[in-house]
C-alpha cells in the first residue's frame, strides 16, 4: 500500500521561509517522479514543482521559480520543497503526488496516481 505523508507547514510572514517534506511509503521510490502542487481557498489544484526519479530534471510553475526549490533523497524515500520570500498569494494547501517514470504531462495533476494528505502554508503579516 503506498502512502505520502507531507510534513512542515505553518505560518509564516511575508519572506519567510518554509521546507515541506513528502515520505514515501511503498513501491520503488526511485522509479517514480514526485511532484508538489497546491490548492488555494476556492481555487483548482495546480502545479508547483516537479523532480524526475533519479533528481537529474527539474521544473518549476513561473510563480515560485527562483523562490522554491525542490530536491529529494531517495534513500530517505523524501522529496522536499525548500520554498524562500514566501508571498501572501503562495498561501495553500500544498500536496505531494508520484507519477511514474518522466514526461512532459507532469503538469498536469491526473497523471499522478498517489497524492498526500496535504500540508497548509500561510503566508501573513
Known amino acids: 500500500q503506498v502512502q505520502l505523508l507531507e510534513s512542515g507547514g505553518g505560518s509564516v510572514q511575508p519572506g519567510g521561509s518554509l521546507k515541506l517534506s513528502c515520505t514515501s511509503s511503498?513501491?520503488?521510490?526511485?522509479?517514480?517522479?514526485m511532484g508538489w502542487f497546491r490548492q488555494a481557498p476556492g481555487k483548482e489544484r495546480i502545479f508547483v514543482a516537479v523532480?524526475?526519479?533519479?533528481?537529474?530534471?527539474?521544473d518549476y510553475a513561473d510563480a515560485v521559480r527562483g523562490r522554491f526549490t525542490i530536491s529529494r533523497d531517495n534513500a530517505k524515500n523524501t522529496v522536499y520543497l525548500q520554498m524562500n520570500s514566501l508571498k501572501p498569494e503562495d498561501t495553500a494547501v500544498y500536496y505531494c503526488?508520484?507519477?511514474?517514470?518522466?514526461?512532459?504531462?507532469?503538469?498536469?495533476?491526473?497523471?499522478?496516481?498517489?497524492w498526500g494528505q496535504g500540508t497548509r502554508v500561510t503566508v501573513s503579516p
Open positions: 503526488a508520484r507519477k511514474y517514470g518522466f514526461s512532459t504531462t507532469y503538469r498536469t495533476k491526473d497523471v499522478y496516481d498517489y
Open positions: 511503498g513501491g520503488t521510490f526511485s522509479n517514480y517522479a
Open positions: 523532480i524526475s526519479g533519479r533528481g537529474q530534471s527539474l
